[in-house]
């Protein structure tokens, strides 16, 4: 039987799918050849995504706001009450224990990755090697749209996932 919850999975393993893609497009793309962007990347993009310099940044914001639609929507009383939207808007409010511990464990290595990050970005500056920064600059020059589209699709898991509504009392899915 095809409820709300399934359909949501469904979409956020698509995107999912998708960044997996576009990761994969973006480094077939630049491995291989010397830098596309020769000693340091521009300040600037040499080919913006929609021929406009904050033109990334606009797909972004709009995937946060679409992403995070589905926890806005639960708040009104009357959604909540048509078959199988519940599930779609909300996720589901069974208690799944393994569920639980699935996603503190996909915290922690979210935030280990982004810790490591901060430190090598740091470790970067003060060697005077390339810092995070310029490889995404570099990946923003050498694949513009794969890099919008790569944002955006993290865009649009992050707005699901921080303003996701806690249900209602009283409604199971």
């Not at 990347?41 to 606009?58: D, Y």
């Not at 589901?92 to 280990?112: D, M, N, S, Y």
């Not at 430190?119 to 090697?129: D, G, L, Q, T, V």
């Not at 944002?151 to 649009?156: K, S, T, V, W």
Request: charged content about 10%; glycine content about 10%; some cysteine.
């Amino acid at each position: 039987m095809v409820t709300g919850r399934k359909i949501r999975l469904a979409y956020l393993t698509a995107v999912a799918t998708v960044l997996v893609v576009l990761l994969y497009l973006t480094t077939q793309r630049i491995l291989g050849q010397s830098s596309p962007c020769g000693l340091s990347p521009s300040e600037e993009p040499a080919h913006p995504f929609l021929a406009f310099q904050f033109g990334t940044a606009l797909l972004c914001f709009g995937c946060l706001v679409v992403g995070s639609l589905a926890s806005f929507l639960g708040r009104f009383p009357r959604l909540l009450n048509i078959r199988g939207l519940p599930g779609l808007v909300l996720g589901g409010t069974k208690e799944l224990p393994l569920a639980r511990v699935l996603v503190q464990i996909g915290l922690f290595f979210l935030l280990l990755f982004g810790s490591g990050a901060l430190i090598f970005e740091s470790f970067a500056i003060y060697k005077e090697i390339w810092p995070v920064t310029f490889y995404v600059r570099c990946g923003n020059d050498a694949a513009p749209v794969y890099t919008a589209l790569f944002a955006g699709g993290i865009c649009l898991l992050l707005g699901n996932w921080l303003w996701h509504a806690a249900p209602p009392k009283g409604t199971s899915t």
